[in-house]
């Protein structure tokens, strides 16, 4: 007498793999991360605020050595304006922020006010 074939084996879809799917066949998500946009920090030149006053507002809000503040502020003085960071807006914004509560510059008796800072989106055209 013949054996009875073996009964078939009921075949289960783990939840982990999609039917179509090899086993051990890595599925690359679609989702794409969309970077968040970059903004830049811009301060902008006066008459009200002294270069010491610069210099010393450039190392307390960003740590900036008095070399490289210097030369900031050299920026500023001679094209109006100069670029301090580039990163989100969040962080523009916290370090505009400090900028605009550093105070009037003691050293100039009209001086009634922070410096000013704008914050741009970074593909924004550079003005004059």
């Not at 939840?15 to 903004?39: H, N, Q, S, Y």
């Not at 010393?56 to 500023?76: D, T, W």
């Not at 962080?91 to 009209?110: N, V």
């Amino acid at each position: 007498m013949a054996p009875f074939p073996p009964a078939p084996i009921p075949r289960t879809v783990s939840p982990t793999v999609r039917p179509g799917v090899r086993p051990g066949t890595v599925v690359e998500d679609e989702t794409k991360v969309v970077p968040e946009p970059l903004w830049r920090l811009v301060l902008l030149d006066d008459n009200d605020h002294s270069y010491d006053y610069v210099i010393e507002m450039l190392g307390a809000v960003f740590g900036y050595g008095v070399e490289k503040a210097f030369a900031l502020a050299r920026i500023v003085d001679t094209q109006g304006r100069v670029t301090l960071m580039t990163a989100g807006r969040d962080a523009c914004e916290a370090k505009q922020s400090q900028i605009h509560a550093y105070g009037a510059d003691p050293r100039i008796a009209g001086s009634k006010g922070s410096m000013s800072a704008i914050i741009e989106p970074i593909d924004a055209p550079l003005a004059p």
